[in-house]
């Protein structure tokens, strides 16, 4: 199977989907019309077309937003490496850290051999919004390390846990960012679609979920299965992290003489479970934002791990392999798998079902998953995801909404793009198995609870590959 295409996405400056959503308010329109030159109108009239054509039906079902403040890159840069060091943890130490900072998780963090580690917190659109009021300028927010929490721990449990000192409040002003961003966003699409559906289903849900994720490397699985075997003393934690240093410096002399991240390797099509970190699926809240992903790998230099000083989280930062996120979507007007490429500082936003059922079908929600990088076990892949949903109450009506268009993956037809005529059809018929069609899910007058409960069950109610990850 050949490779797939590349999707470059749409991007937005901050600066202009601030300005679009401004005159998106029908008592600042007229006002922001007659302040702004013709030609700076024409050109926001091009950018509101060209955000319903990426999210409408005829595109991808996402975007990104370029050009954010300084501050929520700082916060991007400094909470997403976080997620590789809480998820390496042994148990009864990330269990303290994640109650002293209120987060949980949805994903069992005891089994050694999961993939992807997951920590959550609910985010308040009442807090988003005092943070954002209370900002000396929009879109500007507190340093990480302005403000230390104190942690409610013994003196030597203090100094252990440090790195995490402001893990809550990094969390939750970027969340309220994203949070933000997604608000944004839903005022433009409500201008251009009519009425205020989106975002007034957005505050009335009150809160919006946070998860950061860590998406394990062949190396973390080793290190937790070896560190969970046993409980250690301190002698016996130090000869561990020699073992590991030794593990790492080996798996590096294998690699010795390739490079990691331009050795030429095809990206295709993810269709089973053994090369995703994420399996296929839709989102099924309004809209998702997530960070443009960090990667991360062992140091060049092992010298460092084999002494009684190695940690956890001496791994740096390395460039996108092959230049992608490893998102990958499905896109239904293509009938063709494509890799997301997007910018590193930028923030994604992806549509929901919930807003393509919302919408009438005016926006389209994106099929999706996150593969591995072929041959980089090695690498990691960190990122920070805000899930904006309705109110578990909010009513949903199949009135005026395309039923065809809500056969989602039954759509796919069995013809396939040029570059995948060998292998599609199974890919194909492995997305039927795993991904359950919105229009088996979504009945007439549901409310989103029920429509939730529904999903969950058909992902990962017993069948399908989904029940197994």
Known sequence: MDEIEVLELYEIHYSDLLLLSSSSASHNRKNVSLS???????RLKAIRKAIIENLGPKGPGLLSIIGVPRDASLLRRNLLPLARNLALLDHERRKRVLKEHTLGSDVPLKNPDRNVSSFAMQLKYVDAMESASGKPSHGSYAHFNSEPMHLHVDKVKEFEDDEFKNLADAFRKLGYFMMELGLLLAQICDELLGGQELEQSLLESGTAKGRLIHYHSILDNHFIRETGKRKVSTKKQANSRKDQG??????????QGSNLLTD??????????????QQWHYDYGIFTVLTAPVFLLPPCSSENMVTDQYSISCDQECPYPDGHSYLQIFDPNKNNVLMVKTSPESFIIQVGESADILSKGKLQSTLHCVCRPVKLENVSRETFVVFLQPAWGKTFSTSDYPMEHSASVGNLSNEGNGNFKHGFDNFVQDIHKIVPPLSSRLKDGMTFAEFSRETTKQYYGGSGLQSNR
């Open 264 to 277: 030429g390797n095809k990206v295709v099509p993810c269709g089973n479970h053994t090369d995703l970190w």
């Open 36 to 42: 702004l030159p013709e030609e700076e109108l024409e």
């Open 246 to 255: 030794d593990f790492i410096k080996s798996e590096q002399k294998q690699l």
